[in-house]
């Protein structure tokens, strides 16, 4: 049966991240993807010019009904839209005992624009008590109390290297016991990174709905993602749209 994908996230109206990047990552990694969106945004390569919080009832209508009709392999969350929305996620998923969920905690956009705020946050912590796999940026990880987090919530934490300074990145993977793994690649020199995060989180979910190990998953989900960036098709003023690998 084809791996079935759940995600939970905001649309992106410029289709470079989001619901539209999670749709074509699950979608070209052979998955098949079902959405809940939690909020509906203006935004561009430039900024968020206007977010829609989705009402916390509409999200979980949209996640009863495919949950109890399709059923789901594994759940990515994304931006979350709104404290409420969180808390009503976590109570659905925690049912969901042996199925894999990443959770990418979206605070920021590329762009800088806030996309949750100080509430949201803080209900963060009932979804990384229940996440397989945490996938924070080096920003997202500061707020969330930093390498503590696995020990205080239980998770595993794959921290992004992406918005470090040096030109080599690490990506670090670890849960209260220590380091698991970490990966090392060189920067890719381009602005055109609009949708990595999402874009990770999505591929991750998929390569474990499809039975990888969560190494063997990152594995996979790196080397989408940067086939991804190496491709970005140059739209846009700003912090533009990747593109899509061509062996997807």
Same mark, same amino acid.
């Not at 410029?14 to 098949?32: P, Y």
């Not at 808390?87 to 949750?116: N, Q, R, W, Y």
């Given at each position: 049966?084809?791996?079935?994908?759940?995600?939970?996230?905001?649309?992106?109206?410029?289709?470079?991240?989001?619901?539209?990047?999670?749709?074509? !990552?699950?979608?070209?990694?052979?998955?098949?993807?079902?959405?809940?969106?939690?909020?509906?945004?203006?935004?561009?390569?430039?900024?968020?010019?206007? #977010?829609?919080?989705?009402?916390?009832?509409?999200?979980?209508?949209? /996640?009863?009904?495919? $949950?109890?009709?399709?059923?789901?392999?594994? #759940?990515?969350?994304?931006?979350?839209?709104?404290?409420?929305?969180?808390?009503?996620?976590?109570?659905? $998923?925690?049912?969901?005992?042996?199925?894999?969920?990443?959770?990418?905690?979206? /605070?920021?956009? !590329?762009?800088?624009?806030?996309?949750?705020?100080?509430?949201?946050?803080?209900?963060?912590?009932?979804?990384?008590?229940?996440?397989?796999?945490?996938?924070?940026?080096?920003?997202?990880?500061?707020?969330?109390?930093?390498?503590?987090?696995?020990?205080?919530?239980?998770?595993?934490?794959?921290?992004?290297?992406?918005?470090?300074?040096?030109?080599? $990145?690490?990506?670090?993977?670890?849960?209260?016991?220590?380091?698991?793994?970490?990966?090392?690649?060189?920067?890719?020199? !381009?602005? =055109?990174? =609009?949708?990595?995060?999402?874009?990770?989180?999505?591929?991750?979910? !998929?390569?474990?709905?499809?039975?990888?190990?969560?190494?063997?998953?990152?594995?996979?989900?790196?080397?989408? #993602?940067?086939?991804?960036?190496?491709?970005?098709?140059?739209?846009?003023?700003?912090?533009?749209?990747?593109?899509?690998?061509? =062996?997807?």
């Amino acid at each position: 049966m084809i791996a079935r994908v759940l995600i939970i996230a905001g649309s992106d109206s410029g289709g470079g991240a989001g619901i539209q990047a999670d749709v074509r !990552t699950v979608t070209m990694l052979g998955g098949h993807a079902m959405t809940a969106i939690t909020a509906i945004t203006a935004q561009n390569t430039l900024g968020v010019q206007a #977010v829609h919080p989705v009402p916390t009832d509409m999200v979980v209508a949209q /996640m009863e009904s495919v $949950l109890s009709d399709i059923g789901v392999d594994a #759940v990515k969350i994304g931006m979350i839209g709104s404290a409420a929305t969180a808390h009503a996620a976590a109570d659905i $998923l925690s049912g969901l005992e042996k199925t894999p969920i990443i959770f990418d905690p979206v /605070m920021v956009a !590329t762009s800088g624009s806030v996309l949750a705020d100080a509430d949201t946050i803080a209900a963060f912590e009932r979804l990384m008590r229940i996440a397989t796999v945490v996938t924070p940026n080096i920003p997202e990880l500061e707020a969330l109390g930093g390498d503590s987090i696995a020990k205080r919530f239980g998770c595993t934490v794959l921290a992004k290297g992406g918005h470090g300074e040096s030109a080599t $990145l690490t990506d670090r993977l670890f849960d209260a016991g220590g380091v698991i793994k970490q990966w090392r690649s060189q920067r890719i020199d !381009t602005p =055109h990174t =609009h949708g990595t995060g999402c874009t990770l989180a999505s591929a991750m979910a !998929t390569g474990l709905a499809q039975g990888l190990g969560i190494v063997s998953a990152i594995d996979m989900a790196r080397r989408y #993602v940067r086939d991804s960036i190496k491709r970005a098709p140059g739209l846009g003023a700003g912090h533009g749209p990747m593109g899509v690998p061509r =062996h997807a």
